[in-house]
Each structure stands twice: as structure tokens, then as C-alpha cells.
């Protein structure tokens, strides 16, 4: 059956219709869609360059410079490390913040070797018209300069009669590598130098070994609190290890062997091999019978060490006659004694350094004479605290004090 022309005419223009219908609906569909295409390929085109443009740099491509801290600078041109020390600690006592000691560490310049130490030179530096020393170890002996460096940022250490500590850091050129210690410079050097080629009066006397003492009382102190102390034992003191500052007083160094208090009352002991010295060792320790995880053992063997240095000390007194300096038992063993010569001198002879007769005339040197005795007992209970010997040589150096003021008085009268 054939559709008749009117029917045609009727389905054609209902196709036209939907078609153009289709169409209208359609074309603005697909222009938003490549809009919105076109939109997002653009931007993320941009975004792109953008990323491009200020892509960071793989860490080792970064100028070294960049990372450093500003330089340090001072009006004037100088510089005052006590004020910088005043200003960049925050009341812990801990030194100063680890980015300015990088800072201070690369504004030294090295001027003048003063000594040889165990572990490397130790260098007379300047720091913006400062004298400052620089200990300089090398890399093969790293843990003993972060061991040091460790005990010197304890917190609330820092105290007139311990060497100041000012920075550390690692020098490195590209051929080679020096750990670097900046501590306080005293132009004196050691008690050791200062000794032999200078004698003291009694009140010199006392100045050098109260100094000596109340550095080593606050090393031992525990200080309780948020921003407190450990007490620290120093497992290396003599005189070598002691600086003598302009003023005449002392300054406790060479904190690489020292070991710390903890809380829970264990040793803090540094992971190396290395000893104290053999001349200063006390009983327990050359005999080995030192019971090493009772801190209280290190502190006594500090003041064994201290008998020693007060000797050295009293023997160089104008009071006790002229006496030309000597290290103790120089008459009893050699110049460089092994563990088995002190061994023998210290522990079953039981000998310690003579007492020159000369000192029984001289309140003062009779008085230290009994203190560095008690000191150096064989059985490490029975000598001193160090508190107690600080106590005794404060009250003798009073009392000398008094009675050369009446004398004066007398004689001017």
C-alpha cells in the first residue's frame, strides 16, 4: 500500500524540524565542551611553564652560600663575643644556638700555633679583633671532638672557672676535613706552662687553687629543674688540662673524657677507647677495681687528680721556699711512666708526692698540705668532696687574709 503525497510531504517536515532541533541542543553542548577544554589546556599549559621556571634545584646544585646563616656583624666593625654569647642564649647556658656557631666558626682566621695537644694542634684564632683558641682535630678522631662538643652544650655549664666553649664545626676544602673547637683564648696557656716559669705568693696561691676548685665543685653540682645540670665528673684533670686566665685565676678544659649523671642514675660515658692520663690516675683506677657504673666513683677519682694539681700548685709558693716546678712522683718514675710503674708506685707502695719541710713554717702551705692529703687517701670514701675542700681553703685564705691586714695595720702603726 503506496502512502499518498500528503502523508509524505507531512514526514518530511517533521524530520527537518527535529533535525534542526537537534541541532540547536547539540552545537552549544559541544562549544562549552571545547571551551571548557580549551580552558583547562591553557592553564595547565601556563601551570607548567610556571613549575618550569621555578623548578628548585636538587639540594647539591644549591649555592653553598644560601645556606648558610648571615654573616655576623657588629657596629664598629668588632665584634664582643661575650655580648653575642649574652644575646643569642636563651638563659640555658648552653652556648650558642648550633646555625651562629657555623656563622662564628667561618669568620676565624687561624694566626698562631700555641700547642699540641692528643688529638691535634690547638691555634691562637681571631674573630673580629678577638683572640680566640681553636682546637683542631682530625676526621680519624671524631667522636672525641663530638664528645667534647656534646659536654661543653650541656646545659647550664658555663661558669668562669670552665673554659668557655664559643663554637664548633667541620672545616672541609674538598682535599681534606678539620673539626674545629673554639673556646676562650687566655693568653697564660696552661697551668702546666704557667707553672714553670712563674712562682706565686700565698695569696696567688689561693687564687689558683680556689679557681681550680670551684670549677671542679660546679662540674660535679647537680643542678635540679626544666633548664637544670647533670653532674659531670671530668676523668682528665691536671694541670696540663687547666688554662690560667689574665686575672690569675683558673679555667677547667679538656671535657672530652667527662662522663654525666643521668636520671635514672646511670653513667653517661663517651664510646671511645681513650684513657686518662697515667701520672694522675687515681688507686682504683690503675688497679682497675674502680667500680664504673656508681658515678660517684669518677667524682672521687677527680679529687684524687686534684691532690695532685694542689701539690703542683703549693710547690711553686714563694711561702714554702724556692722549689723549681716538678710534676708529681718525678722522683719515682719516669718522664713518660707506664700503668705498670704507677701501678706499682701508687698502689702497693702506697707512695705519694713528698711534702718539703719548708711548708710546716707557713699556715697557708700546712693547711693545703693537709687538704691535698686527704685528697689522695688509697680508699676513694675517705677522701674530701670537693665542696668540703672549697669550704676549708675559702675559711684558711679568710683567716691569711685577716692576718695580713692586722699585720699591716701594726707595722703602719
Keep these: 500500500m503506496r502512502s499518498s503525497p500528503s502523508t509524505k510531504a507531512t514526514g518530511s517536515s517533521w524530520d527537518n524540524t527535529s533535525e534542526m532541533l537537534l541541532l540547536r541542543i547539540t552545537v552549544p553542548i559541544v562549544i562549552?565542551?571545547?571551551?571548557?577544554?580549551?580552558?583547562?589546556?591553557?592553564?595547565?599549559?601556563?601551570?607548567?611553564?610556571?613549575?618550569?621556571?621555578?623548578?628548585a634545584k636538587p639540594f647539591d646544585e644549591i649555592d653553598e652560600h644560601l645556606l648558610e646563616p648571615p654573616e655576623l656583624s657588629f657596629p664598629g666593625g668588632g665584634g664582643d663575643l661575650k655580648q653575642l654569647l649574652e644575646t643569642s642564649t636563651s638563659g640555658s647556658g648552653s652556648g650558642l644556638p648550633l646555625l651562629v656557631q657555623r656563622s662564628v666558626a667561618r669568620q676565624v682566621t687561624?694566626?698562631?700555633?700555641?700547642?699540641?695537644?692528643?688529638?691535634?694542634?690547638?691555634?691562637?684564632?681571631?674573630?673580629?679583633?678577638?683572640?680566640?683558641?681553636?682546637?683542631?682535630?682530625?676526621?680519624?678522631?671524631?667522636?672525641?671532638?663530638?664528645?667534647?662538643?656534646?659536654?661543653?652544650?650541656?646545659?647550664?655549664l658555663r661558669h668562669e672557672n670552665i673554659l668557655g666553649f664559643?663554637?664548633?664545626?667541620?672545616?672541609?676544602?674538598?682535599?681534606?676535613?678539620?673539626?674545629?673547637?673554639?673556646?676562650?683564648?687566655?693568653?697564660?696557656?696552661?697551668?702546666?706552662?704557667?707553672?714553670?716559669?712563674t712562682t706565686v705568693d700565698v695569696r696567688g696561691m689561693y687564687r689558683l687553687a680556689l679557681s681550680i676548685v670551684t670549677g671542679l665543685a660546679h662540674l660535679h653540682m647537680e643542678i635540679v629543674g626544666t633548664q637544670g645540670k647533670p653532674a659531670i665528673a671530668h676523668r682528665d684533670l691536671k694541670s696540663k688540662n687547666i688554662l690560667v686566665k689574665s686575672n690569675g685565676t683558673c679555667a677547667i678544659a679538656?671535657?672530652?673524657?667527662?662522663?654525666?649523671?643521668m636520671p635514672d642514675d646511670s653513667v653517661d660515658m663517651a664510646p671511645n677507647s681513650r684513657v686518662g692520663t697515667k701520672r694522675y690516675m687515681a688507686p682504683e683506677v690503675l688497679d682497675e677495681t674502680m667500680n664504673t657504673s656508681q658515678f660517684e666513683s669518677f667524682k672521687r677519682a677527680d679529687v684524687y687528680a686534684l691532690g695532685l694539681?694542689?701539690?703542683?700548685?703549693?710547690r711553686r709558693c714563694t711561702a714554702g721556699g724556692l722549689h723549681e716546678y716538678q710534676p708529681p712522683y718525678h722522683d719515682l718514675v719516669p718522664s713518660d711512666p707506664s700503668l705498670e710503674e704507677m701501678r706499682k708506685v701508687v698502689c702497693v707502695d702506697r707512695q705519694r708526692p713528698s711534702i718539703p719541710n719548708q711548708w710546716h713554717s707557713s699556715e697557708a702551705l700546712r693547711v693545703m698540705s693537709k687538704v691535698m692529703k686527704e685528697c689522695w687517701y688509697h680508699s676513694p670514701a675517705a677522701r674530701l668532696t670537693v665542696l668540703r675542700v672549697k669550704?676549708?681553703?675559702?675559711?684558711?685564705?679568710?683567716?691569711?687574709?685577716?692576718?695580713?691586714?692586722?699585720?699591716?695595720?701594726?707595722?703602719?702603726?
Excluded: P
Aim: hydrophobic content about 40%.
Design 391 to 413: 669550704k676549708t681553703l675559702c675559711s684558711s685564705a679568710v683567716a691569711d687574709d685577716a692576718k695580713m691586714m692586722t699585720s699591716a695595720a701594726s707595722s703602719q702603726g
Design 110 to 156: 687561624l694566626d698562631q700555633s700555641v700547642g699540641k695537644g692528643r688529638y691535634g694542634d690547638v691555634w691562637r684564632g681571631r674573630w673580629h679583633g678577638e683572640d680566640v683558641a681553636v682546637k683542631i682535630f682530625s676526621t680519624r678522631d671524631e667522636r672525641s671532638w663530638f664528645r667534647e662538643v656534646e659536654i661543653y652544650q650541656t646545659v647550664m
Design 309 to 314: 694539681v694542689l701539690w703542683e700548685v703549693a
Design 254 to 261: 679538656d671535657l672530652g673524657l667527662a662522663v654525666r649523671h
Design 32 to 55: 562549552i565542551i571545547l571551551f571548557i577544554v580549551t580552558t583547562v589546556l591553557v592553564y595547565e599549559k601556563c601551570r607548567g611553564s610556571k613549575r618550569r621556571q621555578f623548578k
Design 166 to 197: 664559643i663554637a664548633a664545626d667541620n672545616k672541609d676544602n674538598g682535599t681534606w676535613t678539620q673539626l674545629w673547637l673554639i673556646m676562650d683564648y687566655h693568653r697564660h696557656g696552661s697551668l702546666f706552662d704557667y707553672l714553670q716559669r
